[in-house]
């Protein structure tokens, strides 16, 4: 089942081209917004599955392109992000030490909303292409063996990023939770309907050119390792988010203007434009691009704009 948002926050099943309201199916559940419906639809899914199911197949539907996609999870109480958790297509000698850090939920944005770019001395903007797993039921020192059990579903996921931030070391907090840096949908896929997560392609566009091609079988900590890990940190519960990573060596500056699209096999497209206010500019080097011309740093450095350097 893909379970969406849209217009006014009204739930929907995806129905090929179509989504149709259910939101009659769910009244009951208790909830003041669009956060607890779907956090509390999650939870008690096995109990609401026939009726969705029933609401889906008697509704006409209306067309997606006529309706304005929302968030699927607008407000999960944590965003966990995997860091450095790709092979990089075999240039890795080994995995890195598994590692992650949190996100603001307040950095959510959907299908057709902007990310902003703020006024920081950021070296560069990126955002790297995630296929993220949305959590089930309440998950505390998860066994890896167990740990696809609690996964209720997948969707395309964007961590954005406000690279080199000074002061030098003081990094995750200040580069990755800033409002609108985290894009996901347009839908959540339940994982019934995903045959093997660690074997799907993941592709990111920046107006309409490929800069991201790879696949979740280079992980370099499974699915599995990742949840028995966070879990062992802090408990998760149902609506939230951890993110897999990426492979960093497609990754190119984010600018104004742009139209970025990604697609995790299966979860259908996510598209978002950028904003930038003060209009700066970069080269449209991917990593590896920038890398296989000798240059230094690990990406492209900004051309024109405040915070250029002479």
């Keep these: 089942m893909k379970l969406c948002y849209f217009d006014d926050f009204k739930l929907g099943v995806v129905k090929g081209d179509n989504v149709v309201d259910v939101s009659a199916a769910v009244q009951e559940i208790p909830h003041i917004g669009p956060h607890d419906l779907i956090n509390g639809l999650i939870e008690k899914f096995d109990t609401y599955r026939d009726a969705l199911e029933k609401a889906a197949e008697s509704g006409g539907g209306v067309a997606l392109s006529g309706v304005r996609i929302r968030p699927p999870l607008p407000q999960p109480t944590t965003i966990d992000c995997m860091a450095v958790n790709y092979m990089e297509d075999g240039t890795r000698s080994e995995p890195a030490p598994i590692n992650a850090f949190h996100k603001s939920p307040s950095a959510i944005i959907g299908h057709g909303d902007t990310m902003v770019l703020p006024d920081v001395p950021a070296t560069i903007f990126e955002g ?55 894009p996901i949908g347009p839908y959540i896929v339940t994982a019934d309907e995903v045959e093997d997560p660690q074997k799907l392609g993941v592709k990111l566009w920046v107006n309409g050119t490929v800069k991201q091609d790879f696949n979740t079988d280079d992980m370099a900590h ?60 970069w080269s449209r080097d991917t990593r590896l691009e920038h890398a296989e011309k000798g240059l230094e740093g690990p990406a492209t450095p900004q051309l024109t704009g405040k915070y250029a350097k002479e």
């Design 128 to 182: 790297e292409a995630e296929l993220a797993i949305v959590i089930g039921k309440r998950a505390s020192n998860v066994k890896a063996a167990d740990a696809m059990d609690y996964v209720f579903g997948y969707t395309n996921f964007i961590d954005g990023s406000a690279r080199g931030l000074p002061p030098a070391g003081n990094v995750f907090f200040q580069m990755k939770s800033r409002d609108t840096f985290a």
């Design 222 to 281: 499974n699915i599995a390792r990742c949840i028995e890990w966070a879990t062992s940190i802090h408990t998760l519960v149902p609506g939230d988010i951890l993110a897999t990573g990426t492979n960093h060596r497609g990754l190119s500056s984010f600018q104004d203007g742009d139209t970025v699209e990604l697609e995790c096999e299966g979860m259908g497209r996510l598209e978002f434009n950028v904003r930038d206010d003060l209009k700066r500019t």
